[in-house]
């Protein structure tokens, strides 16, 4: 890989895999809606909507950016309404859309893959369908239902289109110092500030993970992942979310070190990071309980 093209990177992921790419000499045209400087580094910033995602191309051509046989296209980008997970259903829709008509772009532009990051939520809907007394709990369901339809729609247009496909998922990214207004890293610096957090309803299993392991996983991705590939993106230490509050509380409060409770296979076999371990050499060393031990 030698270049890429980024859409979403104003986001915390997006914006993680540009600054690794960059640090490995990969020049990077990153994409976003907003107005943002230049990126540190060769191939700069181009400022478009994904409802205009066609015309790129064109706006190429106007910047006198060429890929090379060897581009990476890695789709970020998504829409909600006040946040990515909210919306109505139509709204949601507008981002399936994006996706198919990135990859059709991707395949003009002489990409050699597409990445699109999914999220952890498909394969509990997943599960919940194939077995209706799932105890998975689904929270965004418009959210989740234009995910799976970006997934499969961008792939089977991709295998149309004669260009790799490659999909990811992703459970719960965190920022290095939690610096995000969400839920989870808002309770998070509550306990760091000995402050009581908001106890959890979602039983769910999650998986906190270091952004910038993320993006070290999309770098290898990029470089070795292999079409049709779905991979999860993972820290093989995952847990409920009332486990991570209580292990960061005994980290901060009594150095003492928090067990969380073993996963059942069936629950375990979601979290399975080995196919992109075989295919990347990926191996995740700095999981949340790491991090939080070195507060």
């Not at 060429?66 to 109505?88: A, H, R």
């Not at 418009?142 to 998922?169: C, E, M, P, Q, W």
């Not at 470089?223 to 509050?245: A, Q, T, V």
Request: aromatic share 10%; with cysteine; hydrophobic share 35%.
């Amino acid at each position: 890989m030698e270049k890429a093209i980024v859409a979403g990177s104003n986001g915390l992921v997006g914006s993680t895999v540009v600054t690794r790419l960059l640090s490995y000499g990969i020049e990077v045209l990153s994409l976003g809606r907003k107005k943002s400087e230049n990126r540190i580094g060769s191939g700069g910033y181009l400022e478009i909507d994904m409802n205009n995602i066609g015309t790129l191309v064109g706006e190429l051509e106007k910047i006198n950016w060429e890929p090379k046989k060897s581009c990476v296209f890695y789709n970020f980008s998504w829409e909600g309404n006040s946040t990515l997970t909210n919306g109505t259903l139509e709204q949601q829709m507008k981002n399936v859309l994006h996706s198919v008509e990135a990859v059709k772009v991707a395949k003009q532009l002489g990409c050699s893959k597409f990445v699109n990051c999914g999220t952890l939520e498909e394969t509990y809907c997943e599960e919940n369908l194939s077995n209706p007394n799932s105890n998975y709990q689904l929270t965004q369901k418009n959210y989740v239902i234009a995910k799976l339809a970006s997934r499969d729609f961008s792939k089977y247009t991709a295998y149309s289109l004669g260009i790799d496909y490659i999909h990811t998922r992703l459970s719960a990214p965190f920022s290095v110092g939690f610096t995000r207004p969400s839920y989870i890293e808002n309770n998070l610096r509550l306990i760091i500030d000995h402050k009581p957090a908001v106890s959890p309803t979602n039983n769910n299993v999650f998986d906190l993970v270091n952004v910038i392991e993320i993006a070290d996983a999309f770098l290898k991705i990029g470089c070795l992942g292999k079409n049709l590939s779905d991979y999860y993106i993972g820290s093989n230490s995952p847990g409920r979310l009332e486990e991570y509050f209580e292990f960061m509380r005994q980290s901060i409060e009594f150095k003492k070190t928090f067990l969380f409770d073993k996963l059942n296979m069936e629950t375990a076999r979601i979290f399975d990071t080995s196919l992109l371990q075989k295919h990347t050499g990926y191996v995740p060393t700095a999981s949340f309980i790491n991090y939080a031990r070195n507060l």
